[in-house]
């Protein structure tokens, strides 16, 4: 059986990334002197981290890629491309499976230009569509049937985005959500653990912590 993520170029790729990330990680950083990122738009926020890498955890994305390959979706919704990190994990996933499509979305035009070059790189740009701009507009030309959906996006965003594509959730869709230890992820997982709002919701214990939603 198939496993592209163990293919040299995918393999290659994203430990060269990871190791990249990691490196950036441990250099002091600050937002740029009078930024307010509680003041700033999200694009704003975007243009000032245009180089940073955000990325999913290698075990996260282990974890997307399984939970892919299991549900077998015709349609994977992606909010928050970055540098593509997730994306490699989520193509390489419906491409193993044989049939389905990665469509997803980035603010920065810095970050789609690099994850592009990285999908293509990797072999799997034919398997991923990333739009430019804002989510809330993007992706309200969604597929009327989305079976995956991934928010790794600005955190206050997530929810909108959610409520956004919720009415094109098929039922037993999963709804993933990144960094859920951030407190700016609160009213998220208020929102996807209350039953009365249609979703079976559990927190998985990845770095910065994932929120596994299964539309019911």
């Known amino acids: 059986m198939t496993n592209t993520l163990y293919a040299a170029p995918v393999r290659a790729l994203l430990d060269r990334l990871f190791a990249a990330a990691a490196r950036q990680e441990a250099e002091p950083w600050s937002w740029p002197a009078g930024f ?11 243009d000032v981290l245009d180089t940073a890498y955000l990325p999913i955890s290698a075990q996260g994305g282990n974890l997307l890629y399984a ?36 469509l997803s979305t980035e603010l920065s035009n810095t970050k789609v230009a690099a994850a592009r070059a990285n999908l293509a790189e990797a072999g799997l740009a034919e398997a991923v ?6 989510a809330l507009e993007t ?11 991934l928010l790794d996006g600005w955190k206050d965003l997530c929810l909108p985005v959610l409520r ?8 037993g869709a999963l709804v993933i959500a990144d960094d859920t230890t951030l407190p700016s992820m609160s009213g998220y997982l208020d929102y ?25």
């Open 67 to 102: 939970l892919v390959r299991a549900s077998r979706p015709d349609a994977v919704v992606e909010f928050g491309t970055s540098f593509g990190i997730s994306t490699i994990y989520l193509a390489a996933a419906v491409t193993d499976n044989g049939h389905g499509h990665v």
């Open 129 to 134: 569509t990333i739009l430019p701009g804002d």
């Open 36 to 46: 307010s990122p509680a003041e700033a738009t999200p694009q704003e926020r975007a």
């Open 164 to 171: 956004l594509l919720e009415d094109r959730l098929v039922p």
């Open 139 to 149: 992706l309200a030309g969604a597929p009327a049937k989305v079976d995956v959906l």
């Open 192 to 216: 996807v653990r209350d039953p009365a709002n249609g979703y079976v919701s559990v927190a998985f214990p990845v770095e910065d912590g994932m929120e596994i939603s299964c539309r019911a």
